[in-house]
């Protein structure tokens, strides 16, 4: 490799070694850890949060490829377009796709509840 490639990536290596040492240093007492439903709702949340960004970064890609082979008349139509994908598949992604990823399996393949966001409760003193 050569060195100034040796020279941007030290930092980041660092940095990630030292995140793992710090990460398993927090989790030493041992004596409040949290259960493995707590857990494992906390990585779906990160998960979904996590594709949501990379599909939202993916539509606006796909903007910069259709609006660059397109001529230039045609750009404000192709973004309004993305923009109007990226809205529908989210209205029916709280419909209908998060009642299939974390409702009540069936079959243990897909949710069988949840949809239309039916089962989030907005606590107790929520106006809804």
């Given at each position: ?25 927090a ?21 979904v ?12 890609g ?26 529908v ?13 974390f ?26």
């Amino acid at each position: 490799m050569h060195r100034r490639t040796v020279r941007k990536l030290a930092p980041i290596g660092l940095a990630l070694i030292l995140s793992v040492l710090i990460a398993g240093t927090a989790f030493a007492q041992g004596s409040d850890e949290p259960d493995t439903a707590t857990v494992a709702s906390a990585v779906d949340v990160i998960w979904v949060l996590v594709a949501a960004f990379l599909v939202f970064f993916m539509q606006a890609g796909f903007a910069m490829v259709e609006s660059g082979l397109s001529r230039a008349k045609n750009a404000a139509n192709l973004l309004m377009k993305n923009l109007m994908d990226f809205a529908v598949a989210t209205i029916l992604f709280a419909a209908i796709g998060y009642g299939l990823m974390f409702g009540a399996d069936r079959l243990g393949l897909f949710g069988g509840d949840g949809f239309m966001l039916s089962t989030i409760s907005m606590g107790e003193g929520a106006a809804f």
